[in-house]
């Protein structure tokens, strides 16, 4: 049981400043660096040109991020790796957004593996 909970805060305190590192790199509208520095699965799942554009497009109608707070947290490990998949409420310049990401554990670091976002700012905007 003690592992688990060591294993959820070590998991929080790593997701956090990764989303930290993710929003930093979103405001400087360095894309390409968020790209570079995902893992193989996350590059490889669509084109990197898409990818960027896509990062562009949140980064224009959100705004800057402001505010980050993890919902919910749940780490999975495997045989192939450790996944953290985080859910964050973010407050950004033009509105809220419902940001989830999966990362996966690479020795001490996190590097992204998926991340989707939604907001009514992508409606309504």
Not at 23 to 51: M, P, R, V, W, Y
Not at 74 to 79: D, K
Not at 94 to 123: C, M, P
Request: charged share 20%.
């Amino acid at each position: 049981m003690w592992q688990c909970g060591s294993g959820l805060l070590a998991g929080r305190n790593l997701s956090n400043a990764a989303v930290q590192q993710f929003h930093d790199e979103l405001n400087d509208e360095q894309f390409q660096q968020i790209f570079d520095d995902a893992d193989d699965g996350f590059q490889q799942s669509g084109h990197k040109e898409e990818t960027i554009k896509f990062l562009e497009a949140v980064h224009r109608k959100l705004g800057k991020a402001q505010h980050a707070n993890l919902a919910n947290l749940m780490v999975q490990a495997t045989p192939g790796g450790t996944y953290i998949m985080a859910a964050y409420t973010t407050k950004f310049e033009h509105g809220e957004a419902d940001e989830k990401f999966v990362w996966t554990r690479k020795g001490g670091q996190l590097k992204l593996h998926g991340y989707n976002v939604q907001s009514k700012v992508f409606v309504i905007g």
